[in-house]
Protein backbone atom coordinates (compact mmCIF):
# COMPACT_ATOMS: atom_id res chain seq x y z
CA UNK A 1 0.00 0.00 0.00
CA UNK A 2 1.21 3.38 -0.73
CA UNK A 3 1.12 5.84 2.11
CA UNK A 4 -0.39 9.28 1.88
CA UNK A 5 3.06 10.63 1.87
CA UNK A 6 4.74 8.68 -0.19
CA UNK A 7 2.16 9.55 -3.09
CA UNK A 8 3.39 12.88 -3.63
CA UNK A 9 7.23 11.63 -3.62
CA UNK A 10 7.00 9.96 -7.03
CA UNK A 11 7.66 12.53 -9.93
CA UNK A 12 5.07 13.90 -11.75
CA UNK A 13 1.47 15.28 -10.37
CA UNK A 14 -0.03 13.22 -8.68
CA UNK A 15 -4.02 13.42 -9.24
CA UNK A 16 -7.07 12.65 -6.56
CA UNK A 17 -10.78 13.00 -6.87
CA UNK A 18 -13.15 14.27 -4.62
CA UNK A 19 -16.57 12.42 -4.65
CA UNK A 20 -19.92 12.86 -2.52
CA UNK A 21 -22.34 10.58 -0.71
CA UNK A 22 -24.80 10.59 -3.58
CA UNK A 23 -28.37 10.72 -2.27
CA UNK A 24 -29.98 7.20 -3.55
CA UNK A 25 -28.80 4.00 -5.31
CA UNK A 26 -29.51 5.49 -8.84
CA UNK A 27 -26.47 8.53 -7.34
CA UNK A 28 -24.12 5.51 -6.57
CA UNK A 29 -24.43 3.59 -9.81
CA UNK A 30 -23.84 6.55 -11.55
CA UNK A 31 -20.80 7.29 -9.58
CA UNK A 32 -19.37 4.22 -10.18
CA UNK A 33 -19.79 4.90 -13.77
CA UNK A 34 -18.11 7.99 -13.62
CA UNK A 35 -14.99 7.18 -11.39
CA UNK A 36 -14.40 4.33 -13.93
CA UNK A 37 -14.00 7.19 -16.57
CA UNK A 38 -11.97 8.68 -14.52
CA UNK A 39 -9.68 6.24 -14.10
CA UNK A 40 -7.71 7.36 -17.40
CA UNK A 41 -6.14 9.82 -15.61
CA UNK A 42 -4.55 7.17 -13.30
CA UNK A 43 -5.50 9.11 -10.03
CA UNK A 44 -3.79 8.06 -7.02
CA UNK A 45 -6.58 7.65 -4.80
CA UNK A 46 -10.14 8.98 -4.42
CA UNK A 47 -11.55 10.61 -1.43
CA UNK A 48 -15.43 10.88 -0.13
CA UNK A 49 -17.02 14.05 1.75
CA UNK A 50 -18.26 13.45 5.14
CA UNK A 51 -22.43 15.16 5.30
CA UNK A 52 -22.66 17.89 7.60
CA UNK A 53 -23.36 16.69 10.79
CA UNK A 54 -22.87 13.28 9.93
CA UNK A 55 -26.11 12.53 8.22
CA UNK A 56 -24.17 10.41 5.92
CA UNK A 57 -21.96 9.08 7.62
CA UNK A 58 -23.17 5.10 6.32
CA UNK A 59 -22.94 6.46 2.85
CA UNK A 60 -19.40 7.89 2.77
CA UNK A 61 -18.08 4.23 3.77
CA UNK A 62 -20.00 2.36 1.26
CA UNK A 63 -19.35 4.87 -1.30
CA UNK A 64 -15.57 4.30 -0.69
CA UNK A 65 -15.83 0.76 -0.27
CA UNK A 66 -17.78 0.41 -3.97
CA UNK A 67 -14.58 2.48 -5.05
CA UNK A 68 -12.17 0.58 -3.66
CA UNK A 69 -14.04 -2.06 -5.14
CA UNK A 70 -13.87 -0.98 -8.18
CA UNK A 71 -10.49 0.81 -8.65
CA UNK A 72 -8.07 -1.11 -6.39
CA UNK A 73 -6.88 1.90 -5.29
CA UNK A 74 -6.68 3.71 -1.87
CA UNK A 75 -9.54 5.62 -0.77
CA UNK A 76 -9.89 8.37 1.86
CA UNK A 77 -12.94 8.84 3.98
CA UNK A 78 -13.59 13.06 5.10
CA UNK A 79 -14.86 13.24 8.43
CA UNK A 80 -15.48 15.86 10.85
CA UNK A 81 -15.95 16.51 14.47
CA UNK A 82 -19.59 17.93 14.05
CA UNK A 83 -21.73 16.31 16.33
CA UNK A 84 -19.80 13.47 17.39
CA UNK A 85 -17.92 13.04 20.90
CA UNK A 86 -14.44 11.57 20.46
CA UNK A 87 -15.94 7.98 21.48
CA UNK A 88 -18.42 8.16 18.02
CA UNK A 89 -15.37 9.24 16.07
CA UNK A 90 -13.29 6.48 17.41
CA UNK A 91 -16.52 4.21 16.29
CA UNK A 92 -16.03 5.71 12.86
CA UNK A 93 -12.41 5.47 12.37
CA UNK A 94 -12.55 1.96 13.54
CA UNK A 95 -15.46 1.02 11.13
CA UNK A 96 -13.74 2.56 8.59
CA UNK A 97 -10.29 1.22 9.04
CA UNK A 98 -12.23 -1.89 8.93
CA UNK A 99 -13.77 -1.89 5.40
CA UNK A 100 -10.42 -0.89 4.15
CA UNK A 101 -10.05 3.47 3.97
CA UNK A 102 -6.66 4.27 3.87
CA UNK A 103 -6.32 7.43 4.47
CA UNK A 104 -8.96 10.14 6.65
CA UNK A 105 -9.14 14.02 5.36
CA UNK A 106 -9.48 14.97 8.94
CA UNK A 107 -11.99 18.45 9.75
CA UNK A 108 -13.47 20.31 12.24
CA UNK A 109 -16.39 20.45 9.83
CA UNK A 110 -18.74 23.70 9.35
CA UNK A 111 -21.63 25.18 12.03
CA UNK A 112 -24.71 22.88 11.75
CA UNK A 113 -27.28 24.83 8.67
CA UNK A 114 -28.86 27.38 9.66
CA UNK A 115 -26.77 29.06 12.33
CA UNK A 116 -22.98 30.49 11.82
CA UNK A 117 -21.00 29.59 15.25
CA UNK A 118 -19.55 26.16 15.83
CA UNK A 119 -20.45 24.70 18.83
CA UNK A 120 -18.46 21.83 20.27
CA UNK A 121 -20.30 18.81 21.01
CA UNK A 122 -20.06 17.46 24.73
CA UNK A 123 -17.15 15.17 24.73
CA UNK A 124 -16.03 15.98 21.65
CA UNK A 125 -13.56 18.06 20.23
CA UNK A 126 -13.50 21.76 19.24
CA UNK A 127 -10.38 21.77 16.25
CA UNK A 128 -9.06 20.10 13.67
CA UNK A 129 -5.58 19.82 15.28
CA UNK A 130 -7.11 17.53 18.09
CA UNK A 131 -9.02 15.35 15.43
CA UNK A 132 -5.59 14.99 13.66
CA UNK A 133 -4.20 14.24 17.22
CA UNK A 134 -6.87 11.41 17.58
CA UNK A 135 -6.02 9.52 14.59
CA UNK A 136 -2.29 9.84 15.46
CA UNK A 137 -2.99 8.22 19.08
CA UNK A 138 -4.96 5.39 17.89
CA UNK A 139 -5.30 4.72 14.39
CA UNK A 140 -1.84 5.34 13.22
CA UNK A 141 -1.82 3.55 10.01
CA UNK A 142 -4.24 5.19 8.48
CA UNK A 143 -2.91 8.55 6.54
CA UNK A 144 -3.71 12.00 7.38
CA UNK A 145 -4.66 15.50 4.79
CA UNK A 146 -5.58 18.15 6.27
CA UNK A 147 -7.52 21.52 5.11
CA UNK A 148 -5.85 24.73 3.89
CA UNK A 149 -7.40 27.37 2.96
CA UNK A 150 -5.05 30.07 -0.05
CA UNK A 151 -8.11 33.08 0.87
CA UNK A 152 -8.07 32.23 4.79
CA UNK A 153 -10.86 30.51 6.24
CA UNK A 154 -13.77 32.31 6.54
CA UNK A 155 -13.47 32.39 10.84
CA UNK A 156 -10.23 32.79 11.07
CA UNK A 157 -8.75 36.36 12.66
CA UNK A 158 -6.37 37.05 9.74
CA UNK A 159 -4.26 35.15 7.07
CA UNK A 160 -0.78 34.48 9.82
CA UNK A 161 -3.07 33.15 12.55
CA UNK A 162 -4.86 31.09 9.92
CA UNK A 163 -1.71 29.42 9.20
CA UNK A 164 -0.66 29.25 12.71
CA UNK A 165 -3.41 27.17 13.05
CA UNK A 166 -2.44 25.20 9.95
CA UNK A 167 0.80 24.48 11.21
CA UNK A 168 -0.75 23.03 14.63
CA UNK A 169 -2.54 20.20 12.05
CA UNK A 170 0.37 19.42 10.74
CA UNK A 171 3.06 19.49 13.84
CA UNK A 172 0.06 16.97 15.20
CA UNK A 173 0.68 14.37 12.49
CA UNK A 174 -0.82 15.36 9.34
CA UNK A 175 0.90 14.20 6.27
CA UNK A 176 -0.25 16.34 3.66
CA UNK A 177 -2.41 19.58 3.34
CA UNK A 178 -5.61 20.13 0.83
CA UNK A 179 -6.65 23.51 -0.25
CA UNK A 180 -10.07 24.83 -0.43
CA UNK A 181 -10.58 25.77 -3.85
CA UNK A 182 -9.76 29.01 -5.73
CA UNK A 183 -10.00 30.06 -8.91
CA UNK A 184 -7.03 32.89 -8.54
CA UNK A 185 -3.49 30.34 -8.74
CA UNK A 186 -1.78 33.33 -7.33
CA UNK A 187 -3.77 33.05 -3.84
CA UNK A 188 -2.11 29.54 -4.07
CA UNK A 189 1.04 30.20 -4.90
CA UNK A 190 1.06 33.22 -2.05
CA UNK A 191 -0.22 30.70 0.79
CA UNK A 192 2.24 27.89 -0.64
CA UNK A 193 5.24 30.44 0.10
CA UNK A 194 3.86 31.39 3.32
CA UNK A 195 3.68 27.78 4.57
CA UNK A 196 7.02 27.09 3.74
CA UNK A 197 7.95 30.44 5.76
CA UNK A 198 6.43 29.26 8.95
CA UNK A 199 8.22 26.21 8.45
CA UNK A 200 5.24 23.70 7.25
CA UNK A 201 7.06 21.10 5.23
CA UNK A 202 4.31 18.72 4.14
CA UNK A 203 3.21 18.71 0.51
CA UNK A 204 0.47 21.42 -0.21
CA UNK A 205 -1.76 20.11 -2.59
CA UNK A 206 -4.14 22.40 -4.71
CA UNK A 207 -8.05 21.84 -4.79
CA UNK A 208 -9.63 22.75 -8.36
CA UNK A 209 -12.96 23.01 -8.75
CA UNK A 210 -14.41 23.26 -12.43
CA UNK A 211 -17.21 25.51 -12.22
CA UNK A 212 -19.74 24.83 -15.22
CA UNK A 213 -22.70 27.26 -14.79
CA UNK A 214 -22.81 31.10 -13.64
CA UNK A 215 -25.26 30.17 -11.00
CA UNK A 216 -23.01 27.44 -9.40
CA UNK A 217 -19.90 29.52 -9.57
CA UNK A 218 -22.10 32.62 -7.43
CA UNK A 219 -23.01 29.66 -5.25
CA UNK A 220 -19.54 28.55 -4.91
CA UNK A 221 -18.03 31.66 -4.69
CA UNK A 222 -20.29 32.86 -1.52
CA UNK A 223 -20.20 29.57 -0.02
CA UNK A 224 -16.33 28.79 0.35
CA UNK A 225 -15.58 32.71 0.50
CA UNK A 226 -13.71 31.49 -3.12
CA UNK A 227 -13.12 34.88 -4.97
CA UNK A 228 -14.08 34.24 -8.77
CA UNK A 229 -11.83 36.59 -11.23
CA UNK A 230 -14.35 39.35 -13.02
CA UNK A 231 -13.17 37.87 -16.64
CA UNK A 232 -14.16 34.07 -15.39
CA UNK A 233 -17.43 35.87 -14.48
CA UNK A 234 -18.27 38.36 -17.54
CA UNK A 235 -17.04 35.45 -19.94
CA UNK A 236 -19.46 33.06 -18.23
CA UNK A 237 -21.82 35.17 -18.02
CA UNK A 238 -22.10 36.59 -21.74
CA UNK A 239 -24.58 33.81 -22.97
CA UNK A 240 -27.75 31.83 -20.94
CA UNK A 241 -26.02 28.86 -22.81
CA UNK A 242 -25.45 26.17 -20.95
CA UNK A 243 -22.82 24.75 -23.10
CA UNK A 244 -20.71 27.49 -23.31
CA UNK A 245 -21.18 28.32 -19.42
CA UNK A 246 -19.34 24.77 -19.27
CA UNK A 247 -16.64 25.49 -21.82
CA UNK A 248 -15.81 28.66 -20.10
CA UNK A 249 -15.59 26.82 -16.49
CA UNK A 250 -13.66 23.88 -17.60
CA UNK A 251 -11.15 26.32 -19.83
CA UNK A 252 -10.46 28.32 -16.58
CA UNK A 253 -9.99 25.04 -14.82
CA UNK A 254 -7.69 23.63 -17.50
CA UNK A 255 -5.27 26.78 -17.62
CA UNK A 256 -5.19 26.90 -13.79
CA UNK A 257 -4.11 23.15 -13.65
CA UNK A 258 -1.43 24.02 -16.54
CA UNK A 259 0.03 26.74 -14.89
CA UNK A 260 0.12 24.80 -11.42
CA UNK A 261 2.16 22.15 -13.18
CA UNK A 262 4.84 24.78 -14.33
CA UNK A 263 4.91 25.96 -10.61
CA UNK A 264 6.12 22.25 -10.05
CA UNK A 265 2.63 21.08 -7.84
CA UNK A 266 3.61 17.65 -6.22
CA UNK A 267 -0.34 16.99 -7.12
CA UNK A 268 -3.95 18.17 -7.56
CA UNK A 269 -6.87 17.62 -5.98
CA UNK A 270 -10.20 17.90 -8.14
CA UNK A 271 -13.64 18.71 -6.70
CA UNK A 272 -15.53 15.96 -9.43
CA UNK A 273 -19.33 16.37 -7.69
CA UNK A 274 -19.57 12.37 -8.54
CA UNK A 275 -19.06 13.59 -12.32
CA UNK A 276 -16.81 13.25 -15.04
CA UNK A 277 -17.31 15.21 -17.92
CA UNK A 278 -15.62 18.55 -16.45
CA UNK A 279 -12.88 16.35 -15.39
CA UNK A 280 -12.09 13.90 -18.41
CA UNK A 281 -12.27 17.45 -20.58
CA UNK A 282 -9.79 19.72 -18.28
CA UNK A 283 -7.37 16.64 -18.50
CA UNK A 284 -7.36 15.37 -21.58
CA UNK A 285 -4.28 15.38 -23.43
CA UNK A 286 -2.31 16.99 -20.09
CA UNK A 287 0.60 15.07 -18.84
CA UNK A 288 -0.27 14.61 -15.42
CA UNK A 289 0.87 11.23 -14.07
CA UNK A 290 4.20 10.96 -14.42
CA UNK A 291 3.54 7.23 -14.67
P1 LIG B 1 -9.87 23.98 11.74
O1 LIG B 1 -8.54 23.67 11.20
O2 LIG B 1 -10.20 23.46 13.11
O3 LIG B 1 -10.04 25.57 11.70
C1 LIG B 1 -11.28 26.21 11.99
C2 LIG B 1 -11.04 27.65 12.40
O4 LIG B 1 -10.48 27.72 13.70
C3 LIG B 1 -10.06 28.41 11.51
O5 LIG B 1 -10.50 29.74 11.42
C4 LIG B 1 -8.73 28.29 12.23
O6 LIG B 1 -7.87 29.41 11.95
C5 LIG B 1 -9.16 28.25 13.69
N1 LIG B 1 -8.35 27.33 14.51
C6 LIG B 1 -7.94 26.08 14.15
N2 LIG B 1 -7.28 25.47 15.16
C7 LIG B 1 -7.29 26.34 16.20
C8 LIG B 1 -6.79 26.29 17.54
N3 LIG B 1 -6.16 25.18 18.00
N4 LIG B 1 -6.96 27.37 18.34
C9 LIG B 1 -7.61 28.49 17.89
N5 LIG B 1 -8.11 28.58 16.62
C10 LIG B 1 -7.96 27.53 15.80
N6 LIG B 1 -16.82 20.02 5.54
C11 LIG B 1 -17.67 18.98 5.78
O7 LIG B 1 -18.66 19.14 6.51
N7 LIG B 1 -17.45 17.75 5.23
C12 LIG B 1 -16.39 17.51 4.43
O8 LIG B 1 -16.22 16.40 3.95
C13 LIG B 1 -15.47 18.57 4.15
N8 LIG B 1 -14.38 18.37 3.37
C14 LIG B 1 -13.48 19.40 3.16
C15 LIG B 1 -12.33 19.16 2.40
C16 LIG B 1 -11.40 20.17 2.17
C17 LIG B 1 -10.15 19.86 1.38
C18 LIG B 1 -11.65 21.48 2.68
C19 LIG B 1 -10.70 22.59 2.38
C20 LIG B 1 -12.79 21.71 3.44
C21 LIG B 1 -13.71 20.69 3.71
N9 LIG B 1 -14.85 20.89 4.50
C22 LIG B 1 -15.73 19.84 4.74
C23 LIG B 1 -15.15 22.22 5.07
C24 LIG B 1 -14.58 22.40 6.49
O9 LIG B 1 -15.24 21.52 7.38
C25 LIG B 1 -14.80 23.86 6.90
O10 LIG B 1 -14.02 24.71 6.14
C26 LIG B 1 -14.66 24.15 8.41
O11 LIG B 1 -15.25 25.43 8.65
C27 LIG B 1 -13.23 24.21 8.92
O12 LIG B 1 -12.68 22.98 9.02
P2 LIG B 1 -11.09 22.81 9.34
O13 LIG B 1 -10.82 21.38 9.47
O14 LIG B 1 -10.28 23.61 8.40
O15 LIG B 1 -11.06 23.51 10.80
Avoid: W
Avoid at 197 to 217: D, H, R, S
Wanted: with cysteine.
Amino acid sequence: LMTLASVYQSSGCAISFELFPPKNAEGVDLLCKNVERLMQFSPKYFTCTYGAGGSSRGTTLEVLQKVKQITNLPVASHLTCVGSTVEELEGYLADAREIGVDYIVALRGDPPQGTTKFEVTEGGLKYANELVELIRGKFDDLGIAVAGYPETHQEAVDFQTDLVNLKRKVDAGADIVITQLFYHNDDFYRFRDACQAIGIEVPIVPGILPVTNFKQAKRIASMCKASIPAELESAMSEKEDAAHQFRVGVDHARQQTIDLLKHGVPGIHYYVLNKSEAAAELLDGLQLAGV
